[in-house]
């Protein structure tokens, strides 16, 4: 069984920054890629960003790349995503997840959740 934790969620102005960071432990493998998925009201969940473990493949959702990083420290077994430039609709809750496939912007393929974190951007 693998545990995810999140931090870094909080409320920021329109333009800002903010750092996620979801730690794993538990029963891990050596090699799981990881992504970040946002959720909003009425809404069903939606693919935000995915790293490979050898970070020869990433992903990000057209919303936001060239604001958002995802990055790993797999000595730590820890993802993050760096979120620039933010704006009012990236207002959502954000989950961690952790995955051994290749479908990385499928959340029915990832297999550990974290309990996510709620990101809030006002106008």
């Known amino acids: 069984q693998v545990q995810l934790v999140e931090s870094g969620g909080g409320l920021v102005q329109a333009g800002g920054s903010l750092r996620l960071s979801c730690a794993a432990s538990?029963?891990?493998?050596?090699?799981?890629?990881m992504g970040w998925f946002r959720q909003t009201p009425g809404k069903e969940r939606e693919f935000v960003a995915a790293?490979?473990?050898?970070?020869?493949?990433?992903y990000y959702a057209d919303s936001v790349k060239g604001r958002f990083t995802i990055s790993r420290d797999n000595f730590k077994n820890t993802v993050y995503l760096q979120m620039n430039s933010l704006k009012p609709e990236d207002t959502a809750v954000y989950y961690c997840?952790?995955?051994?496939?290749?479908?990385?912007?499928?959340?029915?393929?990832?297999?550990?959740w974290g309990q996510g974190t709620q990101v809030t951007v006002s106008s």
């Open positions: 997840a952790l995955q051994y496939s290749n479908y990385y912007t499928d959340p029915r393929q990832y297999d550990y």
């Open positions: 790293r490979s473990w050898s970070g020869r493949s990433t």
């Open positions: 538990g029963r891990t493998f050596s090699t799981y890629a």
